[in-house]
């Protein structure tokens, strides 16, 4: 079956589908990373945009049950060069074509995903659409361009959990049954569309974790008697959960704090910071980051569209890792509270795995607290 794919500037590309069938309307950016599609597919930050993977086979190992970040992937599109229809692996469950149409996700395939991925590094992510429907492009540019920008739009309620719950695995290997593990001290997540990675780490550290909704006030977080506050990755711009900037400020200097991505930059807005958005964001798994403190480079794995202005959150916070592509922010400390937050993706699953000692120091941050 056709699917086209129409991009907010009016270029066209005229591919097969794959997965769901309809027509669905999202923010286009391209992810770099080799591996890992069945992680990036259900990562919940990646709600209202249309993902392009720019490593061309893509299905090869198919899907399985256990390395979803999610319950369910929460994106609004996918586009490869190359399907393969004969995955091929020990641990698949479904191949990635039945995956996707039983989550309802539209894909397409068979397009030039060389030529989409320089349209949006030079002129920026923008809006597309994917439909199987109707292959008007006339059409379809009048539907993309008439859609919502994605700035402004409150995502995260979309994918935070509605009821607070607890979290108890930590990591455990493809050949073992996952174990229940009691934390030596209590952390409060909020929850943006959080990875499950995360949870397992926080359990490894040594946290026994309780998950709140990212609308819960911070009165509710602090009747749990935390000994520290997590904040979660999420979708979309971070200028729009007022609601969570504000309960985060609440919390400042009553708890030790830590935050990854969307978590980074509600801190930065709860210090009064300022975030943007970057030309075609971060997406991938091989961005180089610089650790200030040790002049070491970390080789991390990033999924991300909004930064966090440096200038605006000098007075009160260290800058300690910068992106060594673009120079922006990767990591912050407070000068006086104990917080500090990280921009791109500690947790890493898939790898790399270079960053996971910042949730050690989360735990020490709380021991000496
Ligand atoms: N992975 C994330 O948490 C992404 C944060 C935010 N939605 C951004 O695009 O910058």
Redesign the pocket.
């Known amino acids: 079956m056709r699917a086209t794919l129409v991009l907010a500037d009016g270029t066209v590309f005229r591919g097969k589908s794959m997965g769901a069938t309809g027509e669905i309307v999202g923010e286009v950016v391209f992810n770099t990373a080799i591996t890992g599609y069945q992680e990036i597919l259900t ?1 919940p ?1 990646y709600r209202g945009q249309i993902v392009t993977m720019t490593y061309p086979h893509i299905g090869n190992t198919g899907v399985n049950f256990e390395d979803n970040e999610a319950v369910e992937p929460y994106l609004a599109g996918f586009v490869i060069k190359e399907y393969c229809p004969h995955p091929s692996n020990w641990r698949k469950n479904q191949d990635l074509e039945e995956f996707l149409k039983k989550h309802g996700i539209i894909g397409i395939h068979g397009i030039d995903t060389r030529k989409l991925t320089r349209n949006i590094r030079e002129t920026g992510a923008k809006k597309g659409i994917i439909s199987t429907e109707d292959h008007d492009e006339h059409h379809l540019l009048k539907r993309v361009r008439d859609y919502p920008d994605i700035e402004g739009l409150d995502l995260v309620r979309e994918v935070s959990c509605k009821e607070p719950y607890d979290w108890d695995e930590g990591t455990w290997q493809w050949n073992a049954v996952p174990e229940k593990r009691e934390g030596t001290f209590r952390v409060a997540a909020y929850d ?2 959080i990875k499950q990675n995360i949870l397992r780490l926080l359990v490894d550290a040594g946290a026994k974790v309780r998950v709140f909704p990212a609308f819960a006030s911070s009165d509710e977080v602090l009747a749990y008697n935390p000994d520290g506050i997590f904040l ?7 200028e729009a959960v007022p609601y969570l900037i504000e309960n985060v400020r609440n919390l400042i200097g009553k708890k030790p704090i830590f935050g ?4 980074h ?1 509600i801190l930065g807005l709860a210090l009064h910071g300022r975030t943007y958005k970057l030309t075609f ?1 971060h997406h991938g798994a091989n961005h180089p980051v610089r650790r200030i403190e040790t002049g070491h480079v970390e080789i991390t794995s990033q ?5 966090v202005d440096p200038e605006s959150v000098r007075s009160e916070c260290e800058i300690t890792h910068t992106n060594l592509n673009d120079g922006t922010v990767e990591g912050m400390v407070h000068k006086k509270y104990p917080l500090f937050s990280i921009q791109y ?1 500690p947790e890493a699953s898939p790898g790399p795995h270079d960053s996971r000692y910042l949730f050690e120091k989360f735990r020490a941050l709380i021991e000496n607290s």
């Not at 979660?232 to 971070?238: A, L, M, R």
Request: hydrophobic share 15%.
């Open positions: 990562d930050s943006s569309g979660s990755n999420g979708p979309g711009d971070p990854i991505c969307l978590g930059q964001g999924n991300h569209n909004f930064a993706h």
